[in-house]
T-cell receptor, first 112, second 115 residues
Framework: QQQVKQSPQSLIVQKGGISIINCAYE??????FPWYQQFPGKGPALLIA?????SEKKEGRFTISFNKSAKQFSLHIMDSQPGDSATYFC???????????FGAGTRLAVHP | GAGVSQSPRYKVAKRGQDVALRCDPI?????LFWYQQALGQGPEFLTY????????KSGLPSDRFFAERPEGSVSTLKIQRTQQEDSAVYLC?????????????FGPGTRLLVL
């Protein structure tokens, strides 16, 4: 049972373009939605996170859009750079101690 | 400051061997999580500690998996009688408190290969 579905599996974007990664969730009790970035050989690192009472959050070139009624959220990377090439994971958690449920990941390649 | 460290970084085990994976969380962090990440997949929750108390072990795949954090700091994940399906990266994460939305800081992981 996949509680958080992520797409696409892989993405190729030209330098300066916009990268968009989508996630959908099933459990309406989820109330915290972080995005993590992972480079090869490293652990995931928090990129940006949103709560369901907010429809959009922006931090630098990274924006989360959240659609509560559709149970979907997405990550937009503006002005994508080769250094953004990594695997991105969406996640969700509910209540308590923040046990994260991750999506399957999107491998992003930004070509110069 | 120092982040979460894990050792060993790589471990090769023969099927049937026992292995022990160590996690050193960020100093002062109350919460500690273990996740398993299969190749090409997202991390999957294994277990959670609040200080020395193991409050959730619902993600441990079988009774061959055991985790402890006896003094509320360093944690060890032990896998007994390893099987090939145990091959994965084991990630440890810590956070300052147990509240939701506290950032989890991940270590680099231990890559386990069971032959």
């Amino acid at each position: 049972q996949q509680q958080v579905k992520q797409s696409p599996q892989s993405l190729i974007v030209q330098k300066g373009g916009i990268s968009i990664i989508n996630c959908a969730y099933e459990n309406t009790a989820f109330d915290y939605f972080p995005w993590y970035q992972q480079f090869p050989g490293k652990g995931p690192a928090l990129l940006i996170a949103i709560r369901p009472d907010v429809s959009e959050k922006k931090e630098g070139r990274f924006t989360i859009s959240f659609n509560k009624s559709a149970k979907q959220f997405s990550l937009h990377i503006m002005d994508s750079q080769p250094g953004d090439s990594a695997t991105y994971f969406c996640a969700a958690s509910k209540g308590g101690y923040n046990k994260l449920i991750f999506g399957a990941g999107t491998r992003l390649a930004v070509h110069p | 400051g120092a982040g979460v460290s894990q050792s060993p970084r790589y471990k090769v085990a023969k099927r049937g061997q026992d292995v022990a994976l160590r996690c050193d969380p960020i100093s002062g962090h109350v919460s500690l999580f273990w996740y398993q990440q299969a190749l090409g997949q997202g991390p999957e929750f294994l277990t959670y500690f609040q200080n020395e108390a193991q409050l959730d072990k619902s993600g441990l795949p079988s009774d061959r998996f055991f985790a402890e954090r006896p003094e509320g700091s360093v944690s060890t994940l032990k896998i007994q009688r390893t099987q090939q399906e145990d091959s994965a990266v084991y990630l440890c994460a810590s956070s300052l408190a147990e509240a939701i939305r506290e950032t989890q800081y991940f270590g680099p992981g231990t890559r386990l290969l069971v032959l």
